[in-house]
């Protein structure tokens, strides 16, 4: 990945609040008196000193080369999941209740409200009763609803911070309810329900 693309990835990962100050920030930067600030360091000597301390810390490192061993830390940055991921991870989590088997997704989105619809599709369900009829050749459907993000595709990104979507599972299991999801490192997801809202805020169970 480019340098560009790991700050664009960055900003987009950014909560609200903080896009808000990086925007103010970047309108506000002046560019010219940047470049003449460094104009003056250079004049000053300022940078040859900087470069010098850089040679001496490269010829140590030289002198070291046989025997060095760097340590480094592990990289805690959390990536920002797409809709793609975000399918995969709800069609694992689907299946530990319901009887479900991913088959294919539709994704709608409204960029007015930024909000998003997955209509995530599993497979045939086996003949029911329904209102006094029976139904056959019904799959089996369940609607995810995101908000905050207008998002068309499956490789559209979602946020590397945790974030809550409702699910609404419809005929045989009816059930809708709140999930939090957690994106952590490695891409591996956490996905856990919502059992109260407290002060505008999600309370998940462990």
Known sequence: MSSIEEIEEAIAALAPGDLARFRAWFDAFDAAHFDARI?????????????EQ??????????????FIATTRANPRIPVITVRELVDALAQFLATFIDYSHEFE???????????????????????????RTLSGIRRKVLIDIGGKAASTKNAKLWAEPFVVTIHINLLDTQHFDVLIEPLPD???????????????PIAGS
């Open 106 to 132: 539709t994704i709608e989105c409204d960029r007015s409200e930024k909000c998003t619809s997955i209509s995530m599709f599993g497979g045939i369900l086996p003949d029911f009763e329904f209102q006094g």
């Open 187 to 201: 891409r591996l997801i956490a996905i856990r329900r919502v059992l109260r809202w407290e002060s505008g805020k």
């Open 39 to 51: 104009e003056r360091d250079a004049a000053s000597g300022k940078l040859d000193a900087l470069a």
């Open 54 to 67: 850089a040679l001496a810390g490269h010829r140590k490192g030289v002198s070291a080369m046989n025997g």
